[in-house]
């Protein structure tokens, strides 16, 4: 779990190996990922630094190819935020799976 952790940490920024780390993320079990890929995403997203925006739409990106429903999850909790950016990135979210 120590390593799927560090996993879902990486997939929170842009950076070069960001494929990468998605694709060794959907590699994983559908099963495992929906079990945990939420509970490790909490620290992550509750620590959020001060570029907040990036770390929730790269999450929100990765879940959206994990499972709609895990995506809306997130989206609609970000509707609840003060920032004003991570608001905007839960209603594109919406959105797009609105339009989907």
Same mark, same amino acid.
């Given at each position: 779990? +120590?390593?799927?952790?560090?996993?879902? =940490?990486?997939? *929170? #920024? &842009?950076? *070069? =190996?960001? %494929?990468? #780390?998605?694709? #060794? *993320?959907? +590699?994983?079990?559908?099963? !495992?990922?929906?079990? @945990? !890929? &939420?509970? *490790?995403?909490?620290? #992550?997203?509750? @620590?959020?630094?001060? =570029?907040?925006?990036? %770390?929730?739409r790269r999450l929100l990106e990765l879940y959206l190819e994990i499972d709609p429903d895990l995506t809306h999850g997130l989206a609609i909790r970000e509707l609840q935020s003060d920032d004003e950016d991570i608001l905007k990135a839960g209603k594109d979210f919406l959105e797009l799976l609105d339009n989907s």
């Amino acid at each position: 779990m +120590s390593f799927f952790n560090e996993l879902v =940490d990486l997939a *929170s #920024v &842009g950076h *070069s =190996d960001i %494929e990468l #780390v998605r694709e #060794v *993320s959907l +590699s994983l079990p559908k099963e !495992f990922l929906l079990a @945990n !890929f &939420g509970r *490790s995403a909490y620290p #992550v997203l509750i @620590n959020a630094t001060q =570029d907040a925006y990036e %770390e929730y739409r790269r999450l929100l990106e990765l879940y959206l190819e994990i499972d709609p429903d895990l995506t809306h999850g997130l989206a609609i909790r970000e509707l609840q935020s003060d920032d004003e950016d991570i608001l905007k990135a839960g209603k594109d979210f919406l959105e797009l799976l609105d339009n989907s």
